[in-house]
């Protein structure tokens, strides 16, 4: 199945590693009609979109829920499945021959920034070009909902991303949409063994400009919470970096070892590749921890 782009540029986003999610999913035994797919921490959608197209593609009829905390993003998202992509698509147009090119022009990207802040309660859409505009194309709002990141040497052309602007619309129009904090959202949101959790949470060790607080604490809580609902028979695929930078995450280190039912995969960051074990004294430590009893091993080769 072919994976759909993010519209919204998005640190973090988990595009590479949907073929691994996917399996886990196919294999975890709740792959029936009336599974519910929680995307707990879902930033730019991709995976929400992605699994509600895989779950129609294998003929199971599922409810797909999106969450996101951070408001600025939730209403970018919800507004490509409440808006027409006929509008979106003519309002990044206009903005772009109004305001571009902005690459190596940073008054032409200043004057996008302010027009894009005045029209985004309206059209909240307007930051996805804004977004591909700026420094290294990350979203970065501040308090007041402002977009503040700076100038970026990249431009683009919203009519290449057409395809994949329909395409988000159309699929995110089967997606139910909420926007709490994680905890919050678990107490309104059942779990039993029909229930998978995706917890793509902000990592602790690294600084992304989303953590909204994000601690050693949360992650314990969240440890915890997807522990608690795995007694009821839920399963949880996690996303996290076990070291980075030098720092490492004892917290998830101490779950893993202490928990040998965990299936822990190794994510290579150059390739994607998955292992089983990696050499964790080095670089970046992207994993997936799960609960679900899957092999990976064939994912992606062919
Ligand atoms: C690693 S990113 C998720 C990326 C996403 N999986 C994707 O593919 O685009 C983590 C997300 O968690 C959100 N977040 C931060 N604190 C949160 C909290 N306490 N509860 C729920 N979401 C939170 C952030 O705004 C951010 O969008």
């Given amino acids: 199945m072919e994976i759909i782009d993010n519209m919204l540029r998005y640190n973090g986003d988990k595009k590479e590693v949907l073929?691994?999610?996917m399996e886990l999913v196919r294999q975890s035994g709740a792959m029936k009609d009336g599974v519910i797919f929680n995307d707990v921490f879902g930033g730019s959608g991709v995976v929400s979109i992605n699994m509600a197209k895989m779950f129609e593609h294998e003929d199971v009829n599922a409810l797909v829920n999106y969450n996101e905390y951070d408001k600025c993003c939730y209403r970018v998202i919800e507004s490509l499945k409440l808006t027409s992509p006929d509008v979106v698509m003519s309002d990044l147009e206009k903005l772009q021959a109004q305001f571009g090119p902005t690459k190596g022009n940073k008054d032409a990207f200043w004057a996008m920034r302010d027009f894009v802040n005045a029209n985004?309660?309206?059209?909240?859409?307007l930051d996805i070009g804004i977004?591909?505009?700026?420094?290294?194309s990350t979203p970065r709002w501040n308090g007041s909902g402002g977009f503040n990141n700076s100038p970026g040497n990249r431009d683009w052309n919203p009519s290449d991303h057409w395809q994949t602007l329909y395409d988000t619309h159309c699929w995110l129009t089967?997606?139910?949409?909420?926007s709490h904090e994680s905890m919050a959202f678990f107490d309104m949101n059942r779990t039993g063994?029909?229930?998978i959790d995706y917890l793509d949470p902000p990592y602790t060790i690294t600084n992304a400009n989303y953590m909204?607080?994000?601690?050693?604490?949360h992650d314990l809580k969240?440890?915890?919470m997807a522990e608690n609902r795995a007694l009821s028979g839920g399963k949880f695929i996690m996303s996290n970096v076990l070291a980075h930078r030098g720092k490492r995450n004892h917290i998830l280190e101490d779950w893993i070892k202490n928990n040998p039912?965990?299936?822990v995969y190794y994510i290579d960051k150059k390739t994607y590749k998955i292992a089983r074990l990696l050499d964790t004294d080095h670089g970046t430590v992207e994993v997936l921890i799960t609960n679900i009893k899957g092999d990976l091993e064939n994912v992606g080769r062919d």
């Fill in 19 to 21: 073929p691994y999610i």
């Fill in 120 to 125: 985004h309660d309206r059209c909240p859409w």
């Fill in 131 to 136: 977004v591909r505009c700026a420094f290294s």
């Fill in 174 to 178: 089967s997606v139910c949409m909420s």
């Fill in 193 to 195: 063994n029909d229930v």
């Fill in 212 to 217: 909204h607080g994000w601690s050693f604490e």
């Fill in 222 to 224: 969240l440890i915890d």
């Fill in 261 to 263: 039912d965990l299936n």
